[in-house]
């Protein structure tokens, strides 16, 4: 009764608030801290020579970081600077995370833009000497990332949605174990590893060449488990209730699971596949290895070598190998960046749209 | 538990829920027996067809192994040299192949090393800043940006560093040799020259690996019982401690698991490595130094001009990586299905 109104209309009594609320820095203290540290940093750098800016933040995330320290334990006692302490390491990952992902965003588009235009889009390279100067376009390149993502699309989304609907609708046992397993192992695979696989098969074991559907034989390996996993998440989401009354109606159980539980589950299945198609756009080792590499357009994916965009990307950054190489390379570095943020979007516009909601 | 779900199946599936009243109508036209039969044919099929997909999953996984250890077979045995310990890679000279995984085996490991330094408990810091420490406004966009950065494809990451990264890590890299020379590690032969180097690809591959391991301990961060939360902050722990004792032993498989799936991508990452570094087989502890080789690197370059016979030995190459990441990958599942709740499959 007698401590309550003294707290509460803050009458400074010192020795109460040590016992009772142990003594805070002010709010604004890391703000403070943070100027004085920046003004400290430059000033030493400017003052000691240091050429790079780099240096002189350095120096004021270190000063920061000590002077912080020191001040908590003065005033607040050394846990609370640990815990200071951590708060300004875990903002500091933080920034250290933003500045290459940010700087990897801004720089493509940057270089990039200057490139993408209608002629670079609706050309291909041939009778283009690439080493020689700019011109030439990804068109060859766009279509045959397109045929090829297309192509393993239709491999892998089927089995993929199959497996998913194995495993939770009839799954039990050890089968459905081992393939859950297995299914998660080859999420992991190397894509190069894939590529090995489908080459010692298909193209010394069965004597096939470079052809678009080869290397889309690969990407469906590398895509299946992404389908499998993130449809098995989405079906695993519909609400039993609904099987149970198509049960009870009388519905036989694949008819329940074609009619009630994959409709119900589609936007989630078709997010999942198109965030495995934005995966697998961008795949290169396979692809080159698989598919070859070709300066025109080619657009049966089944005979001859074709282009795709990561492979358009590395033959002009290591062949070509000078500026305007350089250049269509950024050019269609953010062709395909946006291709698959794009894609990225659009699946999760799907997912937000009409996701089952979780029973609750 | 039971009062929403069905709301949700009549404002759901329009479509669904008219079928699921049809059947019983037809079935009094059909007839009893036929609708089982076809029920029974139809569940069958479709049994067959799933469960076989499932199975076709597990012969895939087989036969890669299978294809592999076949074509490595071929090439070792016809190897002059040690496969294991030789630096040198010349499968296509007829008159002595020889051919070794030793600087390729030591690049990837020093590689992924490096990367998982790096990446591992800057992604806990990152994934414990959106979980905990974020205002809600930043944290949800931020979770976001990075699920997006999960899937820019490796050859931007590798242009992006070749171009940029490189170049700019110069100024590191002299300051390393400067004042950490005398660790050995740090030392470079040749200074000046560009960062072509395995300490790069291990920046590089930290940078590619953050957004998946950020993303499966984010995950595993927010299944953090509250109860655990708010009972060590009702104890008196400040935001630091209660992370310590209540987050971070709940989270440590997870953590643990979404490191190992960090390293699988790094080991196997193929065409970043490539552009970035300029290989060589030579074996040297300076890791500031241009040179090495990793394994998925040494495909994708050496592919190109391979003969039959060098084909097969990458393969072997091929082989060896795919049993280093079924290992680790497998380990990293074998650890996550411990809490069923959370995979990261689809991260």
């Not at chain 2, 044919?41 to 592999?68: K, N, T």
């Not at chain 2, 019982?225 to 310590?244: K, N, S, Y």
């Not at chain 2, 050496?302 to 497998?330: Q, S, Y």
Request: hydrophobic share 50%.
């Amino acid at each position: 009764m007698t401590t309550a109104p003294s707290v509460a209309d803050r009458t400074p009594v010192p020795q109460l608030n040590h016992t009772l609320t142990a003594a805070r820095l002010p709010r604004w203290a890391p703000a403070g801290v943070a100027a004085l540290s920046i003004v400290l940093g430059c000033a030493i750098g400017a003052g000691a020579g240091l050429a790079s800016h780099l240096q002189w933040g350095l120096l004021a995330a270190l000063l920061f970081v000590a002077i912080s320290f020191g001040l908590a334990a003065r005033v607040e006692g050394v846990r609370q600077a640990k815990d200071r302490i951590a708060t300004s390491l875990i903002w500091v990952a933080f920034i250290l995370a933003v500045i290459p992902l940010v700087s990897l965003m801004v720089y493509t588009i940057q270089q990039g833009a200057g490139v993408v235009n209608g002629d670079f889009l609706t050309h291909s390279m041939r009778g283009v000497v690439a080493s020689s100067g700019p011109g030439g376009g990804i068109y060859h390149a766009l279509l045959g990332t397109l045929q090829q993502i297309g192509l393993a699309t239709a491999i892998a989304a089927p089995i993929g949605l199959l497996t998913a609907v194995y495993l939770v609708e009839y799954g039990r046992g050890p089968l459905a174990k081992i393939v859950t397993f297995f299914v998660d192992v080859m999420t992991g695979i190397p894509s190069i590893v894939a590529g090995l696989f489908i080459l010692s098969v298909w193209n010394i074991g069965l004597g096939f060449q470079y052809s678009g559907f080869s290397g889309s034989l690969a990407l469906a390996i590398l895509m299946m488990p992404v389908v499998v996993r993130s449809t098995e998440e989405m079906l695993k989401l519909v609400p039993n209730e609904l099987r149970e009354a198509s049960y009870a109606l009388g519905v036989p159980k694949w008819k329940t699971i074609l009619r009630i539980v994959l409709p119900t589950a589609i936007g989630g299945i078709t997010t999942g596949v198109m965030l495995a198609i934005a995966r697998i756009a961008g795949e290169t080792a396979p692809v080159m290895m698989l598919v070859g590499v070709w300066d025109s357009i080619n657009s049966n994916p089944f005979v001859g070598p074709q282009e795709s965009l990561p492979v358009f990307i590395w033959q002009q950054y290591s062949q070509v190998n000078n500026q305007y190489g350089y250049a269509r390379a950024w050019g269609a570095a953010l062709v395909l960046i946006a291709l698959v943020m794009g894609l990225n979007l659009i699946a999760r516009g799907i997912a937000s749209w009409r996701s089952p909601k979780a029973g609750r | 538990m039971t009062s929403s779900p069905p709301p949700d199946f009549s404002e759901k599936s329009g479509p669904p829920a008219s079928t699921g009243v049809r059947p019983p109508a037809s079935t009094g036209r059909s007839g009893q027996s036929s609708l089982k039969g076809n029920s029974r044919l139809g569940d069958s099929v479709f049994f067959g067809l799933s469960a076989g997909s499932g199975i076709l999953l597990l012969v895939i996984m087989a036969a890669i192994a299978g294809f592999l250890l076949f074509r490595s077979g071929i090439a070792i045995s016809k190897d002059h040299t040690n496969f294991l310990t030789t630096f040198g890679w010349d499968p296509d000279n007829i008159l002595k192949p020889s051919f070794g995984i030793a600087v390729l085996a030591f690049g990837t490991i020093v590689s992924a090393a490096i990367a998982m330094l790096i990446a591992v408990p800057i992604a806990t810091g990152i994934a414990l800043f959106i979980s905990h420490y974020a205002p809600r406004r930043i944290a949800q966009p931020f979770a976001y940006l990075v699920d997006l950065l999960a899937a820019v494809p490796s050859i931007i990451y590798g242009l992006w560093g070749a171009l940029f990264l490189v170049p700019h890590l110069n100024g590191l890299m002299s300051w390393l040799n400067e004042y950490l020379g005398w660790t050995y590690i740090f030392k470079t032969t040749d200074p000046g020259a560009p960062a072509r180097s395995l300490f790069t690809v291990g920046i590089l591959l930290a940078i590619m690996v953050l957004p998946i391991i950020t993303a499966v301990s984010r995950e595993v961060f927010r299944q953090v019982p509250r109860a655990h939360e708010e009972a060590a902050l009702a104890l008196g722990a400040t935001r630091w401690e209660m992370i310590r004792t209540a987050v971070l032993p709940f989270g440590r498989p997870g953590i643990i698991s979404a490191s190992m799936l960090g390293l699988g991508r790094a080991l196997g990452e193929t065409i970043a490595v490539a552009t970035v570094l300029s290989s060589s087989s030579v074996l040297s502890l300076h890791i500031l130094d241009a040179g090495g080789g990793t394994f998925a690197q040494n495909i994708a370059l050496k592919f190109g001009e391979a003969g039959p016979l060098g084909k097969d030995a990458l393969m072997a190459a091929g082989m060896v990586l795919f049993v280093i990441t079924l290992l680790v990958n497998g380990a990293a599942r074998l650890i996550i299905a411990r809490r069923k709740e959370y995979s990261g499959a689809n991260a």
